[in-house]
């Protein structure tokens, strides 16, 4: 058996240690080759029917665009009117905008029944009604994001916001985050320019200028809001773009506990 020599010892440790860089390297190459193929389970959570739309849509349209499955959960709006329901309805006019308003967008959206209006046909949408926050309510989210969303990444309300509903959603996502093992990469969104999320500070910036025309699209989809609404997130989504040298940006804040992976978009 040939005896090594410590010169030859040095030589092979460094050889070795040299492939495992390269294969490490080549690991590292190959899984941000496979990136794009792998297709992410995102979700964005909102208070109301119009939230995921409003507050994060371009990210979540280019998400969609890169062939993500990519879903909106509202707290409140749900189920769906029957066929037979007024279509002019208020509620059901205002269920049908938000609708739209993802169909645009290229996304899926669906609602919870948390204001407990039953069918909601018979009672509008109460404001604030699906703030409730209990260990039941706890319990039974955490189970229905787990196990029927199965997210990689999920974009919901900064706790910090002015929307009792909007709280809720926040607070019940980070609990399911929680409880998961903070195995999904989490952000916050933000809404209606300091009046609604306050105290929010960016992590990340998303340049939306590519898709900022369908993005208003959808805005003009939400008939009962977009005139009082719409100025604000178009100042919003400017200041954003400002501060990230493009023309309009969406911001969020990135949980720094949980994956980096998936990215949004670059
Ligand atoms: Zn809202």
């Known amino acids: 058996m040939e005896k090594l020599s410590r010169r030859s010892i040095l030589q092979s440790s460094a050889l070795a240690g040299i492939a495992t860089c390269v294969s490490g390297a080549a690991l590292?190459?190959?899984?941000?080759?496979?990136?794009?193929?792998?297709?992410?389970?995102?979700?964005?959570v909102g208070g109301h029917y119009?939230?995921?739309?409003?507050?994060?849509?371009?990210?979540?349209?280019?998400?969609?665009?890169?062939?993500?499955n990519v879903v909106g959960l509202s707290l409140t709006g749900g189920p769906p009117p029957s066929?037979?329901?007024?279509?002019?309805?208020?509620?059901?006019?205002?269920?049908?905008?938000?609708?739209r308003m993802a169909e645009i967008l290229k996304i899926r959206l669906d609602c919870l029944d948390y204001d407990g209006s039953d069918s909601g046909q018979s009672s509008p949408v109460v404001y604030r009604n699906?703030?409730?926050?209990?260990?039941?309510?706890?319990?039974e989210f955490t189970e229905l994001l787990l196990?029927?969303?199965k997210p990689d990444l999920v974009i919901t309300h900064?706790?910090?916001?002015?929307?009792?509903?909007?709280?809720?959603?926040?607070?019940?996502?980070?609990?399911?985050?929680?409880?998961?093992?903070?195995?999904?990469?989490?952000?916050?969104?933000?809404?209606?320019?300091?009046?609604?999320?306050q105290n929010f500070f960016p992590t990340h910036y998303v340049d939306i200028s590519s898709v900022e025309e369908r993005t208003h699209?959808?805005?003009?989809a939400d008939t009962f809001w977009y005139e009082k609404i719409w100025p604000l997130h178009d100042s919003m989504r400017r200041i954003r773009g400002a501060e990230h040298g493009c023309k309009v940006a969406e911001a969020f804040n990135h949980h720094p506990q949980s994956p980096s992976m998936p990215a949004l978009p670059a």
């Open 28 to 44: 590292s190459a190959q899984e941000v080759r496979r990136e794009p193929d792998r297709k992410f389970n995102v979700l964005a």
């Open 147 to 149: 196990d029927k969303y």
């Open 217 to 220: 699209q959808s805005w003009l």
């Open 50 to 68: 119009d939230d995921p739309q409003t507050c994060a849509g371009g990210t979540l349209s280019l998400l969609a665009d890169r062939g993500h």
């Open 130 to 139: 699906g703030s409730e926050i209990s260990g039941q309510r706890y319990k």
């Open 158 to 197: 900064w706790p910090i916001d002015f929307n009792m509903d909007h709280r809720a959603a926040s607070l019940l996502t980070y609990e399911a985050w929680l409880r998961g093992g903070k195995k999904f990469a989490l952000y916050y969104m933000e809404a209606e320019l300091g009046s609604q999320t």
């Open 83 to 99: 066929p037979s329901a007024d279509p002019n309805d208020h509620w059901v006019k205002n269920y049908m905008n938000a609708m």
